[in-house]
């Protein structure tokens, strides 16, 4: 019975998502109370508010949930809405009430959830909810029998399933891989695969590791091939080990795979750099300086990752902010000694590590495609190509560093100008962006009904004042 109630319920979730996707994902809602019966079968009985105690308990239970829920998944509850009169809860009532705005009228249309609840066989409860969105004219329904105790837990599943159908998709894959029983093969349907980044993460970590282990074994000061294949070995498996089970404890997207590489690998290169600047000796403690570098960057993505999710497009802004980032330090320490002889490791590192950091926090509050972040890259790198260009008569013969400094600064000046333009130009170029990645603070006070008391006659309104938003 459970068996076939999910699979009906999964396709009922499919063929309402168009509808659910079309209308708001959030906004004002309205949560009528819990009647009974169910209403999935004819009875000469109308819908009505229960009045035997248990299943008056019961509904309450259902009504409280279901009110928490729609505030928790970002709607705006209307309390003032104590819900239908008496002969008018039939769904043409619900389809009226989320089309015109109810008795006060309106243009705007709302959302409005109304479930229903009866005895069952045992011990059990058929539990129905219909949910409508703004203006819709379709009845979303889930149906389930549910034990007495576990009519709260399942009444926030059903609804969940009803308002937010992608969070219900990724809710039931993860109980689909606890319980190791593979639902949508009855549908024809394939579950996504978790951790879609675990190999790429598994490359990067193991020759992360791999460049570790070297990293001690010369800081030993030893050059024996018996010590540094073992070694090798070791830091590769353990990069390969922790990786794995890093993407078997969290699903890691390919876009987090390479937000960690980038955050790993420039930071490891922006400690080289400098340390090369710097003159470390012995030379090989200038590893040791890459293997802190990249800790660092690698501790630093991380903590990007637990707030919030990257895609392909950030983690290429990431690493398109080091190699900017390590190119404009060139130039910056280039002008500073005013000539273009010997190699800027200096300016380098510390622009690869700049930029890294500047492009990874700026990844977590902006959405850019892939695509647009590579023709921005191209616009630096052409930009500063022509302002060379433009500025090469400066340093024929013996340029002075004034001379050397005009052309240096003509090279960074294209670049700049290449990579505005181009995403001047490439503005409209970016997929939509999805949902705000944080949302702003708000505030709104409320009053009205906030809750039901039973009473031998029936429920009685309880009347108070508080406040929602998002904080």
Same mark, same amino acid.
């Given at each position: ?19 659910? !996707?079309?209308?708001?994902? %959030? ?17 000469? %009985? ?5 009045? !035997? ?7 309450? !239970? ?60 045992? !011990? ?64 024809? +349907? ?5 951790? #879609? ?156 590590? +700049? ?88 505030? %709104? #006070? ?26």
């Amino acid at each position: 019975m459970r068996r076939w109630a999910a699979i009906l319920a999964a396709g009922a979730s499919l063929l309402a998502a168009s509808t659910v !996707e079309a209308a708001d994902a %959030t906004g004002p809602i309205v949560v009528w109370p819990t009647v009974t019966p169910a209403g999935d079968e004819a009875s000469p %009985t109308p819908l009505h508010r229960p009045k !035997e105690p248990q299943l008056a308990a019961r509904a309450q !239970e259902l009504d409280a949930t279901i009110r928490d829920a729609v505030q928790d998944l970002g709607f705006v509850l209307d309390v003032a809405d104590a819900g239908p009169a008496a002969g008018h809860m039939r769904d043409l009532d619900i389809l009226e009430r989320a089309t015109t705005g109810g008795p006060r009228g309106g243009k705007q249309g709302t959302w409005v959830v109304s479930a229903r609840i009866e005895r069952g066989p045992g !011990e059990e409860y058929i539990v129905r909810i219909v949910a409508v969105p703004p203006n819709g004219r379709q009845l979303l329904v889930r149906v389930e029998s549910v034990k007495g105790t576990d009519i709260p837990v399942r009444g926030l599943v059903m609804l969940r399933d009803l308002l937010s159908p992608q969070a219900a998709a990724q809710a039931e894959a993860s109980e689909v891989a606890r319980e190791g029983i593979d639902r949508t093969a009855d549908l024809g +349907i394939m579950s996504p695969l978790r951790s #879609p980044g675990r190999a790429v993460l598994a490359v990067n970590a193991g020759l992360f590791g791999a460049y570790v282990a070297y990293s001690v074994q010369h800081a030993s000061g030893s050059d024996d091939p018996r010590i540094l294949y073992p070694l090798l070995a070791l830091g590769t498996g353990v990069g390969i080990g922790s990786a794995l089970l890093v993407a078997d404890e969290w699903d890691v997207s390919s876009g987090d795979a390479w937000f960690l590489s980038a955050g790993a690998w420039w930071s490891a290169g922006a400690g080289i750099l400098i340390a090369n600047g710097r003159h470390v000796q012995p030379l090989a403690d200038r590893y040791a300086w890459g293997v802190g570098g990249g800790l660092a960057g690698l501790g630093l993505a991380t903590f990007a990752l637990t707030r919030v999710k990257m895609d392909e497009g950030d983690a290429l802004l990431a690493h398109s902010g080091g190699a900017i980032g390590m190119f404009l330090g060139s130039l910056g320490e280039l002008a500073y000694r005013g000539t273009v002889d010997g190699t800027p490791y200096t300016g380098a590192g510390y622009g690869a590590a +700049i930029g890294l950091v500047g492009a990874g926090a700026l990844a977590t509050f902006v959405q850019a495609s892939p695509s647009r972040v590579l023709l921005v890259d191209l616009g630096v790198g052409l930009g500063g190509l022509a302002g060379a260009a433009a500025a090469s008569p400066l340093v024929f013969d013996h340029p002075s560093e004034g001379q050397n400094r005009g052309f240096i600064a003509s090279a960074l000046a294209g670049a700049v100008v290449g990579g505005g333009l181009t995403w001047f130009v490439t503005r409209g170029s970016s997929t939509p962006a999805p949902p705000p990645k944080s949302q702003a603070w708000t505030f %709104t #006070p409320t009053g009205g009904v906030i809750g039901s008391s039973a009473t031998p006659t029936g429920l009685v309104p309880a009347y108070g004042i508080g406040a929602i938003g998002n904080f």
